[in-house]
C-alpha cells in the first residue's frame, strides 16, 4: 500500500484533497468531522447529530468490529437497520473498520435477507433496535456463527439465549470510540455491495469500488456547489444505491442528511418545508403522487435551490410542476444504473427549450458525466449513426467491478465493444444517439427489466419464483398498469387452468419484495406464442388493455 493512500482518511481542513485514487468512502466524512465538528451531521425522527457525534457512535461500533469480529471471510459488514440514527452510524462504523457494507432491508422477506447475507459471506452484522426483533427470523438456518453489533440494546441475554450460535454486543459491550484504530482502505476494494433483482430468480451482487463512488461525489459536490450550509433529503432505503448520492454527496461537504421516519414520506411536500431542505433528491414516482394529490402548487417549496429525480423515467408534465413549485431551484434528470454507480448522465430542466427536447413525454438523459463516454450501439455492439435508435454502453470511471462470485453475468455485462480497448457497461436501455448538440433520449429497455415506484425488477425473476413455487413452466410477468415512469405493479399469467392462484401469490410473498409481487395471476389453457416460438408478452399486453385477461 502506497503511503499517500495510508494519510488520506487523515485529511484535515488544511489539506490539499487528495486526488480520488488515493481516497476511500470514508475519506470525505472524515474530514468533513474535523472540519465542522459541531455542525449537524444527521437529522432522522427527531434525532439530531453533530458531525462529532456521529463519528463517535461509527468509531464506536468500527472499534467493536475490529476487536470482537471473528477472522476470515470477505471484507464485508452487513447492516440490518433502516431510517435510524444506528442505521447510519452502522454504515460509517462499517467504513471505518475498512470493510464494506452489505445493505438488508427490513421490508424483504426474511429469506431474501438471509440469501444476501450468506452470499455476502459476511461474519458480523450492525442491527438497530427496532430490527433486532427479527435476528431469529432473520438467521434461521444460518449455520456459521456470527458476531452481531447491538449498539442500542441495553440488555441482550434473552436474544443471545434465542441465538446461542451467535455472539451477541450490546449497548455495555461496545468499545469507546478512542479504541478506534485507523487502517488503510483499498480505493480498488468494495465500498458497497448491492443486490438487485436478477433475471435468473437470483439477486445479483453489485460490487461498487470506493474509487467509483468518490469519482461521482466529485462531480455531484462540484456541479451543486454543496456546502456546510446545506441540507439534503434522504428518502432511499439503504438497499437502493440513490441513498449513497444523499450520504456521501452531503458528508463531503459538511452538510446535513435529513432522513423523514417512515410515515413522513406519505406527505413528501410537507417534509420538505418542515425540514428547510435545500436539495431535494427522490424517484419521478414521487413527482408522480404529488402532482396528482395536488402537491406541487406553484411556490410551494421556497427553500430548495436542486430539486434532482433519478431511478426511472422522468415524465415532462412532473418537470413543469416542479420547477413552478420550487422556483428558486434548478430541476435535473439524473440517469444511471447500479453498475455505473448512481447517475452517470444529467440534463438540466429548461422551461422553454427542454419541452422540445423530450421524447415520448419523457424528459432527455442528456449527457455523460466527466470522464464518463457514452456508445449507443445496434446487436452487433457497433455504434449506430446520429438519430438512430440502440444500446447505450458507456465507460469510465464509474464502471463497477462486476458482479459478486459470477464471472459469467460479469463477463456478459461488462464488454469490449469492437474497435475499443476499455470495457463497457451495456445497460440493456434503449436510448437515441444525440445529432449534433442535442440530448441523448431514453426509449425503453431492451429486455424486460421495468421500474417501479423507482425499483429496478427483473421480470424473469418474477417468473423464476412464480415457477418455482408452481411448478409450472409456462408463466410471464408483465408490468401493468403502465405508468408515465414504468408500471405501478406487475401482472403474471399461468398456462395451467387448475393452479390455485391464491396459494400461489401467498407461497411467492415470503420470498420477494412486496412490489415485486404479482397483483394478480391469470389463467389460461395455454400462452400464447410469437412467430419466434417464445411467449408472447405483447399480446397478454393486449389482453390486460382490452379487459379480456384471462380465460377463468
Known amino acids: 500500500m502506497r503511503a ?10 488544511a489539506t490539499p484533497q487528495a486526488p480520488p485514487a488515493a ?5 470525505g ?38 476487536r470482537r469480529a471473528l477472522e476470515g471471510g470477505p471484507a464485508l459488514t452487513a447492516v440490518f437497520a433502516a431510517r435510524t440514527s444506528t442505521a447510519f452510524a452502522g454504515v460509517l462504523g462499517v467504513l471505518l473498520r475498512g470493510h464494506g457494507y452489505v445493505p438488508l432491508n427490513p421490508k424483504f422477506p426474511a429469506a431474501r435477507n438471509r440469501s444476501m447475507l450468506e452470499r455476502a459471506g459476511c461474519t458480523s452484522i450492525v442491527v438497530d433496535a427496532e430490527r433486532a426483533s427479527a435476528l431469529e427470523e432473520l438467521l434461521d438456518g444460518v449455520e456459521r456463527p456470527l458476531v452481531i453489533v447491538a449498539p442500542d440494546l441495553d440488555d441482550v441475554s434473552e436474544l443471545a439465549a434465542k441465538l446461542p450460535l451467535h455472539t451477541l454486543l450490546g449497548a455495555a459491550d461496545v468499545e469507546p470510540e478512542s479504541a478506534w484504530v485507523e487502517t488503510p482502505v483499498d480505493p480498488d476494494g468494495i465500498g458497497y455491495l448491492l443486490f438487485t433483482s436478477g ?56 452538510a446535513c442528511l435529513c432522513c423523514p421516519p417512515e410515515a413522513a414520506l406519505m406527505s413528501p411536500g410537507q417534509f420538505i418545508r418542515d425540514a428547510e ?49 420550487a422556483p ?45 463516454r457514452t456508445l449507443v450501439v445496434d446487436e452487433a455492439l457497433r455504434e449506430v449513426q446520429p438519430g ?25 455485462a461488462f464488454v469490449v465493444p469492437p474497435g475499443e480497448k476499455v470495457t463497457f457497461y451495456r445497460t440493456g436501455d434503449r436510448v437515441r444517439r444525440p445529432v449534433d448538440e442535442q440530448p441523448m433520449t431514453y426509449l425503453g429497455r431492451v429486455d424486460h427489466q421495468i421500474k417501479i415506484l423507482g425499483h429496478r425488477v427483473e421480470l424473469g425473476e418474477v417468473e423464476a419464483a412464480l415457477r418455482d413455487e408452481s411448478g409450472v413452466d409456462a408463466i410471464v410477468a408483465v408490468g401493468w398498469p403502465k405508468t408515465e ?27 420477494l419484495p412486496a412490489y415485486m409481487v404479482p397483483r394478480r395471476v391469470h389463467r389460461l389453457a395455454e400462452l400464447p406464442l410469437n412467430a419466434n416460438g417464445k411467449f408472447d408478452r405483447r399480446a397478454l399486453l393486449e389482453r390486460l388493455e382490452s379487459g379480456n385477461a384471462a380465460n377463468d
Not at 466529485?218 to 444523499?246: P, W
Not at 452517470?344 to 442528456?366: F, K, N, T
Open 4 to 13: 499517500d493512500l495510508l494519510l488520506a482518511d487523515g485529511e484535515t481542513s
Open 23 to 27: 481516497r476511500s468512502l470514508r475519506s
Open 29 to 66: 466524512f472524515l474530514r468533513s468531522s474535523e472540519r465542522f465538528p459541531d455542525r449537524p451531521a444527521l437529522e432522522v425522527d427527531g434525532d439530531s447529530l453533530t458531525y462529532s457525534e456521529l463519528r463517535g457512535r461509527a468509531a464506536a461500533i468500527a472499534a467493536t468490529l475490529q
Open 199 to 254: 433475471s435468473t430468480g437470483q439477486p445479483k451482487g453489485v460490487m461498487v469500488a470506493h474509487r467509483n463512488v468518490v469519482a461521482f461525489v466529485d462531480v455531484m459536490t462540484e456541479r451543486y456547489g454543496i456546502d456546510e450550509t446545506d441540507r439534503l433529503s434522504q428518502t432511499f432505503d439503504l438497499t437502493f444505491d440513490l441513498s449513497a448520492f444523499d450520504m456521501f454527496v452531503a458528508w463531503d461537504r459538511g
Open 277 to 325: 431542505l435545500s436539495v431535494w433528491f427522490s424517484v419521478p414516482s414521487t413527482g408522480v403522487f404529488m402532482r396528482r394529490l395536488g402537491a406541487l402548487k406553484p411556490d410551494s417549496f421556497p427553500s430548495l435551490r436542486w430539486s434532482l429525480f433519478c431511478g426511472e423515467p422522468l415524465p415532462a408534465e412532473v418537470a413543469k410542476a416542479w420547477a413552478l413549485a
Open 328 to 372: 428558486a431551484s434548478q430541476v435535473e434528470n439524473l440517469y444511471g444504473p447500479t453498475e455505473l454507480t448512481i447517475a452517470c448522465m444529467l440534463y438540466r430542466w429548461d422551461s422553454e427549450r427542454s419541452p422540445q427536447e423530450c421524447e415520448h413525454g419523457v424528459v432527455a438523459i442528456g449527457s455523460a458525466y466527466p470522464g464518463m
Open 388 to 412: 438512430e435508435s440502440g444500446e447505450l454502453l458507456l465507460t469510465g470511471p464509474q464502471v463497477t467491478l462486476g458482479y459478486w462470485k459470477d464471472p459469467e453475468r460479469t463477463a456478459a
Open 485 to 511: 415512469s414504468g408500471a405501478n405493479g406487475i401482472v403474471a399469467f399461468i398456462g395451467d387452468l387448475e393452479v390455485d392462484a391464491t396459494a400461489l401469490l401467498e407461497s411467492v410473498r415470503s420470498r
